[in-house]
Nanobody, 112 residues
């Protein structure tokens, strides 16, 4: 079964940027990101197909950009103009056959 590992999280000041990576152990279908912020349910962020087609939750359009490198089996989430409300655990997922696989998540903390 394909496994996913996220990286790139950390502490960043408001207005800063982070680039998250999600490395898969093999080839996958569509990949994407969700996040869980304290006190709220997990929410969809963005998804990308193998061909590069993307979808975003409206509230992230313009600030977050999803991309992928199929040769590296890796998806990315570029996050700009980060706000304290963006603090949370960001998890990637990928469709592998009929299964959806999730990574363990990476913590993003936006604070001065």
């Amino acid at each position: 079964q394909v496994q996913l590992v996220e990286s790139g999280g950390g502490l960043v000041q408001p207005g800063g940027s982070l680039r998250l990576s999600c490395a898969a152990s093999g080839s996958t279908g569509p990949m994407g990101w969700h996040r869980q912020v304290p006190g709220k349910e997990r929410e969809f962020v963005a998804t990308i197909t193998n061909g590069g087609g993307t979808q975003y939750k409206n509230s992230f359009k313009g600030r977050f950009t999803i991309s992928r490198d199929n040769a590296k089996n890796t998806a990315y989430l570029q996050m700009n103009n980060l706000k304290p409300d963006d603090t949370g655990v960001y998890s990637c997922y990928a469709r592998s056959g009929t299964t959806v696989v999730w990574g363990p998540g990476t913590q993003v903390t936006v604070s001065s």
